[in-house]
Structures are given as C-alpha cells and as structure tokens.
C-alpha cells in the first residue's frame, strides 16, 4: 500500500464512491486507487486495500511528514513486516505511475505509526487522528471510505502496540551497553564517552528532541539507563 503525500496527501481505495464529509474531498478512482483530500489539514493521501487491509503509499507519507530523505526513512523507521516493496510493473498495474523504475514501498497502519512518531510536522496528531480513525478502518473493513471511526479499544491497541515496538529497541540498546560495561575495565574519561553516546543513540531511537516519543519517553528512558 502507498501514499503519495506531497503538500497534500492522498488516500485511494479499490471500491466505489463514497460520500464523505465537507471538509474531506474525494477525487477519481483510477485503476484501484482511490485519491482523498482533507481540506481543513490540506493534506491529500492516496491508500489501496490488499486482503482487506490498507496499505499507503510510503514516500508519500513521509514527504508530508517532513522527512528531508524519505527512502531514509522508510527504510530506517519501518519494520519489515510493516512494508511492501512493490515492483514498477505492479506500481503501475494499480495505477501509481509516479515512482522510478525501482519501484517503491508501501506501509500498513503499524508502518504509518513508526513514521508518525518521529515526525516534527506540525499537524502530524491530527493527521494522524483523520488516517488512523477514519480512513484505513473503512479501508480495512469494507475497501472504501467510510468515516467511520475507531472504537476507544482499537486506539488503545495501537498506542500500545508502538508503545511495546519501542520498549523493545531500548532493551536491545540496553543490553549492547551491558554487554560492554561487563567486558571491560574503563576509567572516568571512557565512561563519560560512553554514556554520551548512549544518550545520543536513545534520542536517535526516540527520532528526535523535538518528537511526541521524545517528549513522552524520554524521562523513563534515561532513568532505567543511568540506573546500569
């Protein structure tokens, strides 16, 4: 699934049209793609559904997230499982002419997730709040829009899902820095070394000072990191 996001973001589904609310335009289907326009974000984002699922167009996203390289992105911030690689051929079949030769990728509700949280745009809550709520369920349940959102357990869900996806980096980040404070005899100066670059990778991970993760996290990151 992609999204082609650039000043405006662009949501496309495999079903027929759909009446949508005033400030969200929908536009022409074309080849199993459907294109959405959220006039109040300006924003438009193109999706389609595979196995009952939406999937958005990658760069798309993050170029409206402000990514400066959204390859870079994609590939850094995405997990495998939360992405396709999606041929030129079959990019075009689904009627996404505007990608190179190479192909491009497209992410799930999981993958939109990752590139939210470590995304400074400013209006990225409320993007996320019309994709997440309205959009991708619809998507997911029938193959059109439908503006229907999700229930308080389902955003429950998916807070806790990226949630435990970053608890699990920091563990691994934990336990490299184990690892080598038990291998080794350092003096004050290595240690002073050391813990600057455990706090440079944590904001890495975190994506950012300027993140929602960041802001939320950080606190308890750094405290279970200082307490080894």
């Known amino acids: 699934m992609v999204l082609s996001v650039h000043s405006h973001m662009k949501l496309n589904f495999i079903k027929g049209e759909v009446e949508m609310e005033s400030k969200i335009e929908k536009h022409r289907r074309k080849e199993g793609v459907q294109l959405f326009v959220n006039k109040e974000l300006e924003l438009e984002v193109r999706a389609v559904e595979i196995n009952g699922e939406g999937w958005l167009v990658g760069k798309d996203v993050a170029e409206v997230l402000r990514y400066s390289n959204p390859s870079d992105a994609l590939k850094t911030h995405v997990d495998e499982e939360d992405k396709k690689q999606i041929a030129y051929h079959d990019l075009q079949t689904l009627g996404l ?10 992410i799930n509700e999981s993958g939109f997730y990752s590139l939210i949280l470590r995304s400074d745009m400013p209006n990225a809550k409320k993007f996320k709040r019309w994709v997440t709520s309205e959009v991708l369920p619809s998507i997911r349940k029938t193959g059109a829009y439908q503006n229907k959102p999700m229930s308080p357990m389902e955003l429950l869900q998916l807070q806790y899902d990226v949630l435990k996806e970053h608890d699990k980096r920091f563990e691994e980040v934990d336990e490299k820095i184990e690892v080598l404070s038990n291998s080794m005899t350092i003096d004050y100066g290595q240690q002073e070394v050391i813990n ?13 000072k300027d993140t929602p993760a960041y802001r939320e996290l950080s ?5 279970n990191l200082w307490k080894r």
């Open 97 to 106: 002419n505007d990608f190179g030769t190479k192909g491009g990728w497209l």
């Open 196 to 208: 600057r670059i455990a706090k440079e990778r944590m904001v890495q991970v975190l994506g950012g």
């Open 219 to 223: 606190k308890k990151v750094f405290s």
